[in-house]
T-cell receptor, first 113, second 113 residues
């Protein structure tokens, strides 16, 4: 399987702390996208990072991509209770001509006040 | 901000019945997808649709499934004869070109009883 795999599976932190989660994949990618899912709800797009990019920021989110290690990380700085959600990475591969995304199992993040 | 809209948000149906899940894509998007997420599992690709035809489908997308864009706006997923194992959250996703952000709807929770 080429699917990205996140770690850790679960993360529990206190408000104000940073949360870091990682995604590893197996072969070269076109891009990697991070999504958030609140319990039982829709997938909210966070950041897309392409294979020729190394780092992207959006507000309190920072995503890095290391193509040599085939891994990406998502950092949430100064976390808030509202950041409690599951976070997924999804990869798009050059071999998938029509742009399907392959999702990892996700990291469940709980931020306690 | 433009968004992908899915209806209904929740559908309960009896085994063997037909269901149609509806999606209104973002207006200038050309690539359309259906994914599903069985409770507690990964998000799985079902089918991609471009230029009014299926461009790729997964093994899950068997003869019981079909997609169409009947009126140039709605994008529908039909399950002809539902099974218990079809119970899942179904997500529609759209994007304007490949290697760009894929935006997901809020999902339809399908419960087959």
């Amino acid at each position: 399987s080429q699917q990205g795999e996140e770690d850790p599976q679960a993360l529990s932190i206190q408000e104000g702390e940073n949360a870091t989660m990682n995604c590893s994949y197996k072969t070269s990618i076109n891009n990697l996208q991070w999504y958030r899912q609140n319990s039982g709800r829709g997938l909210v797009h966070l950041i897309l990072i392409r294979s020729n990019e190394r780092e992207k920021h959006s507000g309190r989110l920072r995503v890095t991509l290391d193509t040599s290690k085939k891994s990406s990380s998502l950092l949430i700085t100064a976390s808030r209770a509202a950041d409690t959600a599951s976070y997924f990475c999804a990869t798009e591969y050059p071999t998938d001509s029509w742009g399907k995304l392959q999702f990892g199992a996700g990291t469940q993040v709980v931020v306690t006040p | 901000e433009p968004e992908v809209t899915q209806t209904p948000s929740h559908q309960v149906t009896q085994m063997g019945q037909e269901v149609i899940l509806r999606c209104v894509p973002i207006s200038n998007h050309l690539y359309f997808y259906w994914y599903r997420q069985i409770l507690g599992q990964k998000v799985e690709f079902l089918v991609s649709f471009y230029n009014n035809e299926i461009s790729e489908k997964s093994e899950i997308f068997d003869d019981q499934f079909s997609v169409e864009r009947p009126d140039g706006s709605n994008f529908t997923l039909k399950i002809r004869s539902t099974k218990l194992e079809d119970s899942a959250m179904y997500f529609c996703a759209t994007r304007d070109t490949l290697n760009t952000e894929a935006f997901f709807g809020q999902g339809t929770r399908l419960t087959v009883v």
